[in-house]
C-alpha cells in the first residue's frame, strides 16, 4: 500500500496505530482479531501490536459462523466487547467477511465496538452494511493516498521540523453515523491521523511538546460516546405499530383500510412517545396492525400481529405488548409500566326470595341436623320407656307421642310430659335445654334477616364461577389475545382449563348487554373496565348495575413496548424512562388520561340518573318495614301443614286401624 507523498508505509505503523486506538477506547474489551487475508503483512503487525488473549479468527467461505459467535459472544459474563476487522486490499472476501458477521448476531449487539481498517474505497459499503445496521460505535481508518489533505493552523511548522517520514503517511478516519442529517444513517468524516507519528516513542514525545494538536489527533479523543451518539436522533421517523387498550393507547382511524396510519389520542403510552420523541429529537409514524392482533408463534417460527411485524423489522417499535419468554427471542422490550389486573364483572347481588326467609337463619347443614336430633331423640325416648315397661309392666308411650312431643319442644309448645321415671325424666330435661338454645339462636337470626335483606353471594374468584350453577363467562375478542391467552392455556389446574375453555370471545356491547341479562360474568383488565363503568353505566348518584370482584389476579408481568432485536436507542429510552418513574409521573399521567376520558365520555353522553337501568330500587333502606312479601314463607308452611292434616285424615278413614 502507497501513502501520500508515495512513502511505502511502514506496517508496524499500522499495527501501533490501531494499538493506539485499543488502547484509548477499547482498554478494558474482550477482543477478537478478524481478517480476510491471513498472510497479509499488516494483519500480521497488527496481531504482533495487540495483547495476549486476543481471539483470532480468519474468514473464508467454509467458516461456521457459530465458530465467530463463541468467539466474540462465548463469554456472557463480559461488559465490553471489540471487533477488530482488518479488509485486505486486492482481497475479494469483503463482503463474505460481512455476511459472516450478519450471522453471528453481531446486529444484535449494538454496544459491541468495531474498528475496521482497509482501503479508502470500502469506506461507505462497509460502514453501511446491513450487519452493522445497529451498531453505535463503528469506526473506519482508511489507509489511502489524499495529497491535498488540509493542515490545520501552526501545524506546517511543526512538521518541517520533523523527518519526512514521519509527514508522508496519513490516515483518514470515519465513523458510522446512526443518524445523520434527515435522520438516516450515514458516515461521517472524524479527522486524518499521521501515522508515520508513531513511528517511535523519541518522535511521540517529541510531538507532544511541540504542540497539542497531534497529541489529540494521534489519541482518537474526538470519537463520540454512546449517549452523545443517541441523544439527537435529527428527526429521524420512526414506524410504530398499535392496538387500541386504553388507558395504556388509544387513537382514531383515518381509514378504514388495514394497516392505515392513525392519528394518536391522549393516553398514556401516547404521552411517553411524545416525551421520548421531544427529548431524542424523533418523529413517528403510527399505524394499526392489519391484524389487530398481539401476536402468535406459528410452526415456521414465524410470528404475527404486532410482534411479528417487529420480527420482519417492519416497524420500529410497538405499543401495549407483554412480555414473554418466547417473544424475547425476537424482539427486545421496554418496561413502563405495571400489568392491569384480571378481575370479574357481574350483576350486582340481588335480593334473596323472600319465600325462604323463614329458612335462610340456619343453613341447610344445620337443618338437617336439627330434624335428625329430633327424631333421634324421640326414638331414644321411646325405647327407654319401653325397657322400663318390661321390667315393671308399667305402662309405655307410643313413638308418634315421642316424636310429637321433641316437635313440640322445639317450637317452645310442648305437649305433656310422656315420661314415667326418673331417667325419662332427665332426658326430657336436657331437651329443653337444648330446645332452649335452638330456639333463641332461630329468633335473634331471623330477625337479623328480616331486618338486613340477604342477598346473593357475590362471585370473587374463577373458583366461584366454575362452582355456580348455571353460569357463564366470557371476555372482550380484541383484549383476549396474545399473552393472556398464553397464560390461561398453559395452566395445569382443572378450574383454569375449564375457564379457558368454555370462554366466549364478545364484542364489548354484546357482552355488557349478556351481563345485564344475568348468570353471566365478564373476566376483563381492571383499568379498561372501571373507565366503560364510569363513563356509560354509573348515574349521577355514583350508583352502577355492576359488581367487579375484591379478588383481583395477575396474568402479565408488565406492559411496555416491544422494540425491534438489536435497536440501539434502548438503553437511552430505558434510561430516561427510569427518570420519568422516578418522578412519579407514571401514576400521575394514569389519573389524567383516565379522569380526562370519563369526563369526556359522560360529557358526549349526557348521562341522567336513569343510565343505572332501574337497578337503584333494590338498595337498602336505612329502614325496613316488614310486610307479606317479607313474611310470606309462614303463610307457606301454613298450608303446607295444612295439606299434611289432611292427608292424615283420609289416611286414618280409609286405612284399617
Same mark, same amino acid.
Not at 508496524?12 to 477482543?31: D, F, K, N, S, W
Not at 381492571?526 to 396474568?555: C, H
Given at each position: ?38 498472510h497479509?503483512?499488516?494483519f ?9 488473549g486476543?481471539?483470532?479468527v480468519?474468514?473464508s ?7 465467530? #459467535?463463541e468467539?466474540?459472544f462465548?463469554?456472557?459474563?463480559l ?5 477488530i ?24 449487539r449494538?454496544?459491541?465496538k468495531?474498528?475496521?481498517?482497509? $482501503?479508502? =474505497?470500502?469506506v461507505?459499503?462497509v ?30 511548522a ?35 491521523w ?5 513511528a ?18 494521534m ?8 449517549? #452523545?451518539?443517541?441523544r439527537?436522533?435529527? $428527526?429521524?421517523?420512526f414506524r ?18 388495514p ?6 389520542l ?12 421531544a427529548?431524542?429529537n ?19 417460527g +414465524?410470528?404475527?400481529?404486532?410482534? !411479528? ?6 416497524v ?6 407483554a *412480555? ?11 418496561r ?11 350483576? %350486582? ?5 323472600a ?31 319401653r ?5 315393671? +309392666?308399667?305402662f309405655?308411650?307410643?313413638?308418634p307421642? =315421642?316424636?310429637?312431643y321433641s ?5 317452645e ?9 326418673t ?8 331437651w ?5 338454645i ?6 335473634s ?7 338486613? +335483606?340477604g ?11 366454575v ?9 372482550? %375478542?380484541n383484549?383476549?389475545?396474545?399473552? *393472556?391467552?398464553d397464560?390461561?392455556? %398453559? ?6 382449563? %375449564? ?12 357482552v355488557?348487554?349478556?351481563?345485564l341479562d !344475568?348468570?353471566?360474568s365478564?373476566?376483563?383488565f ?14 349521577s348518584?355514583?350508583q ?14 408488565c ?19 427510569a427518570h420519568? #418513574?422516578?418522578?412519579?409521573v ?14 369526556e ?7 341522567? +340518573? ?22 310470606q314463607g ?7 301443614g295444612?295439606?299434611?292434616?289432611m292427608?292424615?285424615?283420609?289416611l ?6
Amino acid at each position: 500500500m502507497r501513502l501520500s507523498g508515495g512513502a511505502e508505509p511502514s506496517e508496524e505503523q499500522v499495527g501501533v496505530m490501531v494499538r493506539q486506538v485499543v488502547a484509548h477506547h477499547l482498554p478494558t474489551c474482550h477482543l477478537m482479531l478478524m481478517t480476510t487475508s491471513p498472510h497479509s503483512p499488516v494483519f500480521a503487525a497488527i496481531r504482533r501490536h495487540m495483547r495476549s488473549g486476543v481471539a483470532v479468527v480468519v474468514s473464508s467461505p467454509d467458516q461456521h459462523h457459530h465458530h465467530i #459467535e463463541e468467539a466474540l459472544f462465548g463469554d456472557s459474563a463480559l461488559a465490553c466487547r471489540g471487533l477488530i476487522l482488518h479488509l485486505h486490499e486486492g482481497s475479494n472476501n469483503d463482503t463474505d467477511a460481512l455476511r459472516m458477521l450478519e450471522r453471528t448476531g453481531l446486529w444484535k449487539r449494538p454496544e459491541t465496538k468495531v474498528l475496521v481498517v482497509g $482501503g479508502s =474505497a470500502r469506506v461507505k459499503g462497509v460502514l453501511l452494511h446491513s450487519s452493522l445496521r445497529n451498531t453505535v460505535h463503528g469506526v473506519y481508518l482508511a489507509l489511502h493516498q489524499d495529497p491535498a489533505a488540509s493542515i490545520a493552523p501552526g501545524e506546517a511548522a511543526i512538521r518541517r521540523s520533523l523527518p519526512y517520514s514521519a509527514v508522508s503517511q496519513e490516515v483518514s478516519v470515519y465513523r458510522r453515523c446512526l443518524y445523520c442529517s434527515g435522520g438516516d444513517a450515514g458516515v461521517s468524516f472524524v479527522h486524518r491521523w499521521n501515522i508515520s507519528l508513531l513511528a517511535g516513542r523519541q518522535n511521540y514525545t517529541k510531538i507532544a511538546s511541540l504542540h497539542p494538536y497531534l497529541l489529540n489527533e494521534m489519541s482518537l479523543h474526538s470519537l463520540p460516546r454512546t449517549a #452523545e451518539s443517541l441523544r439527537d436522533m435529527n $428527526g429521524h421517523k420512526f414506524r410504530v405499530t398499535t392496538l387500541p387498550n386504553f388507558p395504556y393507547t388509544d387513537y382514531r382511524r383515518e381509514s378504514g383500510e388495514p394497516g392505515a396510519a392513525v392519528t394518536p389520542l391522549d393516553s398514556l403510552n401516547g404521552r411517553f412517545l411524545d416525551t421520548f420523541a421531544a427529548f431524542f429529537n424523533f418523529t413517528y409514524v403510527m399505524r394499526e396492525n392489519p391484524t389487530r392482533s398481539f401476536g402468535y408463534l406459528g410452526a415456521d417460527g +414465524q410470528y404475527s400481529g404486532m410482534v !411479528g411485524e417487529l420480527q420482519r423489522e417492519e416497524v420500529e417499535l410497538c405499543m401495549i405488548l407483554a *412480555p414473554t419468554a418466547a417473544r424475547f427471542e425476537v424482539i427486545d422490550y421496554l418496561r413502563l409500566e405495571p400489568a392491569d389486573t384480571l378481575v370479574i364483572l357481574s350483576l %350486582k347481588p340481588t335480593l334473596l326470595p323472600a319465600h325462604l326467609s323463614l329458612l335462610r337463619p340456619f343453613t341447610t347443614s344445620l337443618w338437617i341436623a336439627l330434624v335428625a336430633c329430633m327424631v333421634a331423640w324421640g326414638l331414644v325416648l321411646w325405647l327407654l320407656q319401653r325397657a322400663w315397661r318390661l321390667l315393671t +309392666q308399667d305402662f309405655d308411650i307410643t313413638l308418634p307421642t =315421642a316424636l310429637t312431643y321433641s316437635w313440640g319442644a322445639l317450637l317452645e309448645k310442648p305437649p305433656d310430659d310422656p315420661s314415667i321415671n326418673t331417667s325419662g325424666q332427665v332426658l326430657v330435661g336436657w331437651w329443653l335445654v337444648f330446645c332452649l338454645i335452638i330456639s333463641t339462636g332461630f329468633k335473634s337470626s331471623l330477625i337479623a334477616h328480616l331486618t338486613v +335483606q340477604g342477598r346473593s353471594r357475590t362471585l370473587e374468584s374463577l373458583q366461584d364461577l366454575v362452582e355456580a350453577d348455571s353460569w357463564r363467562w366470557g371476555s372482550e %375478542k380484541n383484549l383476549f389475545n396474545g399473552a *393472556p391467552v398464553d397464560f390461561f392455556r %398453559k395452566q395445569k389446574s382443572p378450574v383454569m382449563k %375449564k375457564i379457558y375453555g368454555e370462554m366466549e370471545l364478545l364484542d364489548l356491547e354484546a357482552v355488557m348487554n349478556k351481563i345485564l341479562d !344475568g348468570r353471566f360474568s365478564l373476566i376483563i383488565f381492571k383499568k379498561f373496565i372501571q373507565i366503560l363503568i364510569a363513563s356509560k353505566y354509573t348515574d349521577s348518584y355514583g350508583q352502577t348495575p355492576f359488581y367487579m370482584s375484591r379478588e383481583e389476579f395477575n396474568v402479565l408481568a408488565c406492559l411496555g413496548w416491544g422494540i425491534r432485536l438489536g435497536a440501539p436507542y434502548l438503553s437511552e429510552f430505558v434510561r430516561v424512562h427510569a427518570h420519568l #418513574e422516578d418522578a412519579g409521573v407514571v401514576p400521575l399521567w394514569t389519573e389524567e388520561v383516565i379522569a380526562r376520558r370519563v369526563k369526556e365520555n359522560r360529557e358526549a353522553a349526557r348521562l341522567d +340518573q336513569d343510565t343505572g337501568q332501574g337497578f337503584s330500587a333494590q338498595e337498602d333502606e336505612n329502614e325496613v318495614v316488614l310486610g307479606l312479601d317479607h313474611l310470606q314463607g309462614a303463610f307457606y308452611l301454613l298450608f303446607l301443614g295444612s295439606c299434611v292434616a289432611m292427608v292424615t285424615l283420609l289416611l286414618e278413614i280409609f286405612l284399617p286401624p
